[in-house]
Nanobody, 123 residues
Framework: HVQLVESGGGSVEAGGSLRLACVVS????????LGWFRQRPGKEREGVAS????????SFADSVKGRFTISRDNAKNTVYLQMNGLKPEDAAMYYC?????????????????RGQGTQVTVS
């Protein structure tokens, strides 16, 4: 049974930082792509960042480049999203996804497994 559990969300002031974590269990974690997504009220879910677990290769949405970083700890089956310089428009439900089957990293439906999300509020 595969589970993705996100944590680290919360409420911060604009300019602040948060670090989200996604723990993956029940899945052969190595050798694949994991992604972070977000969904803002009234908006479609969008890809924020992705990382390949075997070589650490990363991708980012233009809106977060230079502010967000993504990293992984393969020993802990965990992927992190460090968010700095948060803006009100970053407020959203953040989700992680694992096992990119095909297509683009920023396509939610291209992942086999998906988490339930963690809320980020920026005021």
């Amino acid at each position: 049974h595969v589970q993705l559990v996100e944590s680290g969300g919360g409420s911060v002031e604009a300019g602040g930082s948060l670090r989200l974590a996604c723990v993956v269990s029940g899945y052969a974690y190595g050798g694949n792509c994991l992604g972070w997504f977000r969904q803002r009220p009234g908006k479609e879910r969008e890809g924020v960042a992705s990382i390949w677990t075997y070589d650490g290769r990363t991708s980012f949405a233009d809106s977060v480049k230079g502010r967000f970083t993504i990293s992984r700890d393969n020993a802990k089956n965990t992927v992190y999203l460090q968010m700095n310089g948060l803006k009100p428009e970053d407020a959203a439900m953040y989700y992680c996804a694992a096992d990119l089957m095909s297509g683009n990293w920023f396509d939610w439906h291209s992942y086999r497994y998906r988490g339930q999300g963690t809320q980020v509020t920026v005021s």
